[in-house]
């Protein structure tokens, strides 16, 4: 099992297990998030922690698979699930979320990570492109400067960082996420749910946008994605030319 899904109390805790990809999803993997999201509610969970098992939270997606369609389709499915939960939700990051592993931070209401956690989205250095609702759930979670500089320079963050952004909410381990979660299990559910939706309902997902779709379903198509991930696995720079 890539997830595993633990009831503590009124918290539900949801792992990530694939510590020798450094939890870097998949698509079986995405399949089962969403699976777990459905057994949440059902459990009786009045607060939701998302984690990873050691030594990272999630480095991104497993590029021995990925392809734009039923990989791309999951990934987004699960991002929006979180969202949807009428439970707060707690990322605890411990390591590198990178990637999927930020997008799926920035899925959850609130983060805890340690001081070696490190944030980023490396898309351009793979010759990929995130889907819109990333581009708008990363800037209104990290501030127009962060998204543009992670988006468009690929730069990384570590938590110290974030937490002055207001992007990490608590220093901490998995431990002190666990914490924070029993208090909010203790506090009134149905405002809880409330107050979710009127945040979600603030920031609406994005219309669809026809010129950036056929731009994002360019970049997957293209030689530079095929080199990209090629030489990500082959661990060497890569060499875009623009096709």
């Not at 890539?2 to 009124?10: I, N, P, S, W």
Request: with cysteine; aromatic share 4%.
């Amino acid at each position: 099992m890539t997830v595993h899904l633990e009831q503590r109390g009124r918290v539900a805790l949801l792992t990530i297990d694939r510590p020798e990809r450094r939890n870097a999803v998949d698509l079986p993997t995405l399949i089962a998030l969403v699976d777990a999201q459905r057994h949440v509610i059902d459990a009786g969970a009045r607060c939701l922690v998302l984690a990873g098992a050691p030594p990272a939270f999630c480095a991104g997606a497993d590029l021995t698979g990925v392809e734009s369609g039923a990989f791309t389709d999951a990934l987004l499915a699960t991002l929006q699930g979180f969202v949807e939960l009428p439970i707060p939700t707690i990322a605890a990051i411990d390591g590198p979320a990178l990637g999927a592993g930020t997008q799926l931070a920035i899925a959850c209401d609130l983060r805890v990570a340690t001081e070696r956690s490190v944030f980023g989205i490396p898309a351009a250095k793979l010759g990929l492109v995130v889907d819109h609702w990333t581009v708008e759930r990363l800037t209104r979670e990290t501030g127009w400067p962060i998204a543009r500089a992670m988006l468009m320079a690929a730069q990384t963050y570590r938590a110290e960082q974030l937490v002055a952004a207001g992007t990490v909410h608590r220093v901490g381990d998995l431990e002190v996420a666990l914490a924070w979660a029993q208090e909010l299990a203790g506090l009134a559910p149905l405002t809880m749910a409330a107050h979710k939706l009127a945040l979600e309902a603030s920031g609406a997902p994005p219309s669809p946008d026809e010129a950036f779709e056929a731009a994002r379903a360019g970049a997957w198509a293209s030689a530079d994605a095929e080199e990209g991930r090629t030489a990500f696995l082959e661990k060497r720079p890569p060499q875009f030319t623009g096709r």
